[in-house]
């Protein structure tokens, strides 16, 4: 199968390596390369592409701006920008886009990227390694929605938490007896130090003003500004969540 690209980046040494890049894989073929968005716009509606590899910071119209304006049969977006904060990556997802690299990318990830957008596998039971990858991603994706940065210890932390809830589930009735004593063991510090940087990550989402995402994660008005989730209530509805979605 051969997937058609236009590449929208306003820098054009960085749009021309794509482009060498893309052009000398066997399925891509760059059918054009915009400097900008009114130029995407134009290439779009002419070549109509599979995929568009689009740029967030454009003169005369942004990668937002490009989003908004795609009608009819509409490429696959894969947005990417040195503007990786959280707020981006989710206006991105909001306004379209199916994925986003954070520059500066490896090549040949974006390449496996389109790939797989492309060529979804069929279901089967992954492997632990593909299926530990791919939690990791969800959580990532879903600490990015609440707004939990990932240089805090506490980030760490909560993800393995999570993760070893999601495995055994019951460890989160034994929270202080198993569950911090586990993750101290792994990290090399206190059961103590877990509890209280996994509670500064929630802080931060709370103080960060991102409730409203966490309600429309789980679907329903769970919380307000004033009702603080425990360590325990946060990570089991975490897990139960990527629980019931891999069910």
């Given at each position: ?16 390596s ?13 059918v054009?390369?915009?400097?900008n ?7 779009i ?5 599979d ?22 049969k ?17 206006k ?11 520059k ?18 069929p ?19 879903l ?8 240089h ?8 393995e938490?999570?993760?070893?809830t ?16 586990s ?8 059961a103590?130090?877990?509890?209280r940087a ?10 960060r ?17 004033n009702?603080k989730p425990?360590?325990?209530?946060f ?13």
């Open positions: 199968m051969n997937y058609s690209l236009i590449i929208a980046d306003d820098n054009a040494s960085y749009a021309n794509l482009k060498d890049f893309f052009d000398a894989k066997d399925n891509f073929n760059v054009g390369v915009a400097p968005g009114a130029a995407a716009l134009q290439l509606s002419l070549f109509k592409p995929f568009l590899l689009l740029d967030i910071v454009m003169p005369e119209l942004d990668g937002f701006g490009v989003l908004s304006a795609l009608e009819g509409k490429p696959i977006v894969v947005m990417m920008s040195q503007l990786a904060s959280d707020g981006f990556v989710q991105a997802i909001q306004y379209g886009a199916a994925y986003f690299l954070a500066p990318f490896d090549f040949e990830t974006a390449y496996k990227l389109l790939l797989e957008l492309a060529e979804p596998q279901v089967q039971k992954p492997s632990p390694a593909k299926r530990s990858r791919s939690l990791d991603e969800k959580i990532s994706n600490f990015i929605s609440v707004g939990i940065p990932a805090i210890k506490g980030y760490q932390f909560l993800r938490a999570i993760k070893m999601i495995e055994t589930p019951d460890i989160i009735n034994s929270i202080t007896k198993r569950l911090y004593p993750i101290a063991e792994r990290y090399g510090t206190s103590s130090k877990v509890e996994i509670r500064h990550a929630i802080e931060v989402a709370w103080n003003g991102k409730i409203e995402n966490i309600n429309n994660i789980f679907g329903i008005k769970i919380y307000s500004p009702e425990t360590n325990g209530e990570i089991a509805l975490i897990a139960d969540k990527l629980l019931l979605e891999s069910a």
